[in-house]
């Protein structure tokens, strides 16, 4: 014990800054937890899938339309809340939201959970990460352009 001791006495700034980092890990995910945020990984998303859990994409049209999850509906995050009714009938299903690295879908989950759905969760590192597991990806549709 006297040497982690010496090591710290010996290197302040690196001890200060591992106390800081890990306060502020645990600020964060204390914060996620108050915040009843739930992000799942890629294979938790496929077991709530085959569980009839409901996919919302919440990217860019045109970001769906380049590759997304099986059966997902796009509900853009500009247009989540004009067009969040949509949801209003799947208040006991499980809905999954997904964007492209997990920040917007948290918002969406946030958003959705105010609305009163109860199991609501988000991918985690979005559709980065679903394809950097090898998971399944639909695309290529081409959208119409709005003249």
């Known amino acids: ?23 502020m890990l645990l600020f964060s995910e204390l914060q996620r937890k108050a915040r009843n945020l739930t992000s799942v990984e890629p294979q938790d998303v496929v077991k709530l899938i085959n569980a009839d859990a409901l996919v919302v994409d ?17 509900i853009p995050f500009d247009e989540f809340d004009a067009q969040a009714s949509k949801l209003d009938g799947m208040k006991k299903q499980a809905i ?23 199991k609501v969760y988000a991918l985690r590192g979005g559709m980065t990460a679903w394809s950097e597991a090898g998971l399944p990806v639909v695309g290529g549709k081409k959208l119409k352009k709005k003249r």
């Open 96 to 118: 999954v939201a997904v964007c492209d690295a997990g920040s917007a879908a948290n918002r969406a989950v946030d958003r959705l959970q105010k609305a009163g759905i109860e």
């Open 1 to 23: 014990m006297d040497r982690y001791f010496e090591f710290a006495s010996n290197h302040v700034l690196l001890t200060v800054g591992l106390v800081l980092s890990f306060f």
């Open 58 to 74: 919440v990217r860019s049209a045109e970001a769906y339309a380049k590759g997304h999850i099986v059966n997902a509906r796009n």
